[in-house]
Protein backbone atom coordinates (compact mmCIF):
# COMPACT_ATOMS: atom_id res chain seq x y z
CA UNK A 1 0.00 0.00 0.00
CA UNK A 2 1.09 3.18 -0.84
CA UNK A 3 1.77 5.60 1.71
CA UNK A 4 0.40 9.23 0.98
CA UNK A 5 2.29 12.32 2.18
CA UNK A 6 1.62 14.44 4.72
CA UNK A 7 0.38 17.39 2.25
CA UNK A 8 -1.49 15.73 0.05
CA UNK A 9 -3.10 14.21 3.43
CA UNK A 10 -3.96 17.34 4.33
CA UNK A 11 -5.63 18.36 1.31
CA UNK A 12 -7.52 15.45 0.70
CA UNK A 13 -9.40 15.60 4.11
CA UNK A 14 -9.91 19.30 3.66
CA UNK A 15 -11.45 19.06 0.48
CA UNK A 16 -13.68 16.25 1.67
CA UNK A 17 -14.52 18.31 4.57
CA UNK A 18 -14.99 21.60 2.94
CA UNK A 19 -17.32 19.64 0.11
CA UNK A 20 -19.31 18.07 2.92
CA UNK A 21 -20.00 20.91 5.67
CA UNK A 22 -18.86 23.83 3.63
CA UNK A 23 -15.63 25.93 4.00
CA UNK A 24 -16.64 28.46 7.05
CA UNK A 25 -18.09 25.36 9.22
CA UNK A 26 -14.47 23.94 8.43
CA UNK A 27 -12.18 24.90 11.07
CA UNK A 28 -8.35 23.89 10.99
CA UNK A 29 -8.53 21.49 13.79
CA UNK A 30 -11.59 19.32 12.29
CA UNK A 31 -8.82 18.93 9.23
CA UNK A 32 -5.99 17.73 11.74
CA UNK A 33 -8.07 15.89 13.03
CA UNK A 34 -9.66 14.03 10.78
CA UNK A 35 -6.07 13.93 8.83
CA UNK A 36 -4.12 12.77 11.74
CA UNK A 37 -1.52 15.76 11.96
CA UNK A 38 -0.95 18.37 13.46
CA UNK A 39 -1.30 22.25 13.35
CA UNK A 40 2.65 22.97 13.03
CA UNK A 41 2.17 20.95 9.80
CA UNK A 42 -0.63 22.97 8.43
CA UNK A 43 1.08 25.96 8.98
CA UNK A 44 4.37 24.74 7.45
CA UNK A 45 2.81 23.55 4.24
CA UNK A 46 -0.08 25.83 3.30
CA UNK A 47 0.23 28.98 5.79
CA UNK A 48 -3.75 29.59 6.65
CA UNK A 49 -6.70 28.09 6.19
CA UNK A 50 -7.40 30.46 3.92
CA UNK A 51 -4.84 29.75 1.77
CA UNK A 52 -5.56 26.33 2.33
CA UNK A 53 -8.85 26.64 0.61
CA UNK A 54 -7.18 27.89 -2.21
CA UNK A 55 -4.59 24.91 -2.50
CA UNK A 56 -7.62 22.42 -2.68
CA UNK A 57 -9.60 24.19 -4.79
CA UNK A 58 -6.48 24.86 -7.31
CA UNK A 59 -5.33 21.38 -7.53
CA UNK A 60 -8.42 20.13 -9.18
CA UNK A 61 -9.17 23.28 -11.27
CA UNK A 62 -5.46 24.32 -12.37
CA UNK A 63 -4.98 20.70 -14.54
CA UNK A 64 -9.03 21.39 -15.93
CA UNK A 65 -8.22 24.93 -17.60
CA UNK A 66 -5.01 24.22 -18.70
CA UNK A 67 -6.90 21.29 -20.55
CA UNK A 68 -9.01 23.62 -21.85
CA UNK A 69 -6.86 26.26 -23.20
CA UNK A 70 -4.68 23.50 -24.80
CA UNK A 71 -7.54 21.69 -26.38
CA UNK A 72 -8.83 25.38 -27.61
CA UNK A 73 -5.00 25.96 -28.73
CA UNK A 74 -4.91 22.70 -30.91
CA UNK A 75 -9.27 23.26 -32.26
CA UNK A 76 -7.22 27.04 -33.41
CA UNK A 77 -4.27 25.35 -34.96
CA UNK A 78 -6.64 23.04 -37.07
CA UNK A 79 -8.82 25.39 -37.90
CA UNK A 80 -6.24 27.64 -39.70
CA UNK A 81 -7.28 30.85 -40.48
CA UNK A 82 -11.25 30.00 -40.27
CA UNK A 83 -12.74 30.44 -36.44
CA UNK A 84 -12.96 27.59 -34.49
CA UNK A 85 -16.88 26.02 -34.84
CA UNK A 86 -18.90 27.15 -32.05
CA UNK A 87 -19.57 23.48 -30.83
CA UNK A 88 -15.74 22.94 -30.93
CA UNK A 89 -15.17 25.30 -28.48
CA UNK A 90 -17.81 24.37 -26.25
CA UNK A 91 -16.29 20.93 -26.25
CA UNK A 92 -13.06 22.22 -25.57
CA UNK A 93 -14.84 24.37 -22.27
CA UNK A 94 -17.04 21.52 -21.42
CA UNK A 95 -14.93 17.99 -21.61
CA UNK A 96 -12.57 18.33 -19.67
CA UNK A 97 -14.79 19.80 -16.58
CA UNK A 98 -16.95 16.86 -16.57
CA UNK A 99 -13.89 14.38 -17.20
CA UNK A 100 -13.28 15.11 -13.74
CA UNK A 101 -16.43 14.44 -12.17
CA UNK A 102 -16.56 11.18 -14.03
CA UNK A 103 -13.67 9.85 -12.23
CA UNK A 104 -15.03 7.82 -9.51
CA UNK A 105 -12.05 8.68 -6.91
CA UNK A 106 -12.15 12.65 -7.50
CA UNK A 107 -15.84 13.21 -9.18
CA UNK A 108 -18.26 13.29 -6.03
CA UNK A 109 -16.38 15.78 -3.70
CA UNK A 110 -15.04 17.95 -6.44
CA UNK A 111 -18.43 18.61 -7.67
CA UNK A 112 -19.96 19.38 -4.30
CA UNK A 113 -16.72 21.51 -4.00
CA UNK A 114 -17.16 23.59 -6.90
CA UNK A 115 -20.68 23.74 -5.93
CA UNK A 116 -19.64 25.74 -2.59
CA UNK A 117 -17.79 27.56 -4.58
CA UNK A 118 -20.49 28.88 -7.09
CA UNK A 119 -23.20 29.10 -4.70
CA UNK A 120 -21.83 30.05 -1.38
CA UNK A 121 -21.29 33.26 -2.34
CA UNK A 122 -18.37 33.70 -0.64
CA UNK A 123 -16.82 37.46 -1.98
CA UNK A 124 -12.75 35.69 -1.66
CA UNK A 125 -13.32 32.61 -3.27
CA UNK A 126 -15.21 34.17 -6.09
CA UNK A 127 -12.03 36.49 -6.27
CA UNK A 128 -10.02 33.35 -6.37
CA UNK A 129 -11.52 31.73 -8.83
CA UNK A 130 -11.55 34.78 -11.12
CA UNK A 131 -7.75 34.35 -10.65
CA UNK A 132 -7.72 31.26 -11.88
CA UNK A 133 -9.88 32.42 -14.70
CA UNK A 134 -7.73 34.90 -16.05
CA UNK A 135 -6.88 33.25 -19.39
CA UNK A 136 -9.62 30.87 -19.59
CA UNK A 137 -12.37 33.79 -19.79
CA UNK A 138 -10.28 35.88 -22.67
CA UNK A 139 -9.78 32.93 -24.63
CA UNK A 140 -12.84 31.57 -25.25
CA UNK A 141 -14.63 34.72 -24.88
CA UNK A 142 -12.51 35.34 -28.22
CA UNK A 143 -13.04 32.24 -29.62
CA UNK A 144 -17.06 32.62 -29.22
CA UNK A 145 -16.70 35.69 -30.69
CA UNK A 146 -15.19 34.71 -33.18
CA UNK A 147 -17.55 31.46 -33.76
CA UNK A 148 -20.89 33.84 -33.61
CA UNK A 149 -19.58 36.89 -35.69
CA UNK A 150 -22.89 38.07 -36.48
CA UNK A 151 -23.78 38.12 -32.62
CA UNK A 152 -23.62 41.61 -30.78
CA UNK A 153 -20.94 41.43 -28.33
CA UNK A 154 -23.57 42.41 -25.43
CA UNK A 155 -25.77 39.03 -26.85
CA UNK A 156 -22.68 37.33 -26.53
CA UNK A 157 -21.49 38.30 -23.15
CA UNK A 158 -25.60 37.65 -21.77
CA UNK A 159 -25.75 34.06 -23.97
CA UNK A 160 -22.43 33.12 -21.88
CA UNK A 161 -23.62 34.24 -18.96
CA UNK A 162 -26.50 31.93 -19.45
CA UNK A 163 -24.39 29.33 -20.56
CA UNK A 164 -22.13 29.45 -17.67
CA UNK A 165 -25.05 28.97 -15.02
CA UNK A 166 -25.94 25.36 -17.45
CA UNK A 167 -22.69 24.28 -17.05
CA UNK A 168 -22.77 24.80 -13.56
CA UNK A 169 -26.17 23.27 -12.83
CA UNK A 170 -25.67 20.50 -14.57
CA UNK A 171 -22.26 19.67 -12.91
CA UNK A 172 -23.07 20.61 -9.41
CA UNK A 173 -27.35 19.63 -9.30
CA UNK A 174 -26.85 16.42 -11.67
CA UNK A 175 -28.98 14.73 -8.61
CA UNK A 176 -32.49 17.15 -9.26
CA UNK A 177 -32.86 15.25 -12.97
CA UNK A 178 -33.50 11.96 -11.24
CA UNK A 179 -35.39 13.59 -8.64
CA UNK A 180 -38.07 15.96 -10.70
CA UNK A 181 -38.26 13.95 -13.90
CA UNK A 182 -36.97 10.08 -13.21
CA UNK A 183 -33.93 10.46 -16.23
CA UNK A 184 -30.95 8.62 -14.55
CA UNK A 185 -27.68 10.46 -14.49
CA UNK A 186 -24.63 8.83 -14.59
CA UNK A 187 -21.20 10.98 -14.26
CA UNK A 188 -19.24 8.10 -15.99
CA UNK A 189 -21.53 8.72 -19.34
CA UNK A 190 -19.83 12.23 -19.15
CA UNK A 191 -19.29 12.33 -23.39
CA UNK A 192 -23.45 12.06 -23.78
CA UNK A 193 -23.75 14.70 -21.22
CA UNK A 194 -21.19 16.94 -22.35
CA UNK A 195 -22.94 16.79 -25.95
CA UNK A 196 -26.43 17.55 -24.74
CA UNK A 197 -25.20 20.05 -23.04
CA UNK A 198 -22.82 21.78 -26.47
CA UNK A 199 -26.17 21.12 -28.53
CA UNK A 200 -28.10 22.96 -26.04
CA UNK A 201 -25.91 25.45 -25.69
CA UNK A 202 -25.10 26.06 -28.84
CA UNK A 203 -28.73 26.62 -30.11
CA UNK A 204 -29.36 28.91 -26.99
CA UNK A 205 -26.56 31.28 -29.04
CA UNK A 206 -27.80 30.76 -32.14
CA UNK A 207 -31.16 31.76 -30.86
CA UNK A 208 -32.83 34.53 -32.93
CA UNK A 209 -32.24 38.22 -30.86
CA UNK A 210 -35.89 39.44 -29.48
CA UNK A 211 -36.01 43.33 -30.18
CA UNK A 212 -35.17 45.59 -27.06
CA UNK A 213 -37.80 46.58 -24.87
CA UNK A 214 -38.72 49.84 -23.95
CA UNK A 215 -38.52 50.31 -20.03
CA UNK A 216 -42.35 51.44 -19.04
CA UNK A 217 -43.77 50.61 -22.67
CA UNK A 218 -47.35 49.21 -22.85
CA UNK A 219 -48.23 46.55 -25.22
Known amino acids: MVKTDTKTRILDTAERLFAQKGFDAVSLRNIIA ?19 VHAVIGRRLRPINGERLAKLAEARAKAGRRPVKLERVLECLFLPLFRVQADPKVGPAFSRLIGRVLFDRNANLQKFMMSELDEVIPQFSA ?28 LCNADLLAKFTGTQFDPRGYESTVRRLIDFTAAGFRAKVSPPTRPGKKK
Open 143 to 170: ALDAALPGLAKEETDWRSHFMAGAMAHT
Open 34 to 52: SAKVNLAAVHYHFGSKQAL
